[in-house]
């Protein structure tokens, strides 16, 4: 899974992580954390889900947070929709936490 914030000012990406690679898993659990400086301008973190298989990485879905969601509650805690592609018949969901710590 790759996560990345997006601006929309700017709107080009900025910072980026990448997670590790889950092997034979049809729900994967990454467990992972990231942390990120935020800037003002940054309102939306993007979540980009790929199938690593044999070949090339295929698109399974990208889903995206508010960042004003976290903001004002400190928290984000809930399931975000990846809408179907590679013609997908359903539309697939990552479970994401998120805390705003202000610096």
């Known amino acids: 899974m790759k996560s990345s914030l ?3 000012e700017k709107s080009q990406l900025t910072p980026c992580s990448f997670s590790l690679l889950i092997v034979d898993r049809y729900e994967p659990v ?7 400086n935020i800037h003002p301008e940054e309102d ?8 690593a298989d044999v070949g090339d990485k295929d698109l399974i879905g990208t889903g995206k947070v508010k960042l004003t969601n976290v ?3 400190g ?13 997908l018949p359903v539309h ?3 479970h994401v936490t998120m805390n705003f710590i202000p610096a």
Do not use: C, G, M, Q
Request: proline residues 3%; aromatic residues 22%.
């Open 6 to 8: 997006l601006s929309n």
């Open 30 to 36: 990454w467990n992972e954390r990231f942390v990120f």
């Open 44 to 51: 939306t973190i993007h979540f980009d889900v790929y199938d």
């Open 71 to 73: 903001f004002d509650d």
């Open 75 to 87: 928290k984000f805690d809930d399931w975000v929709k990846l809408p179907a592609h590679l013609s």
């Open 92 to 94: 697939e969901e990552i």
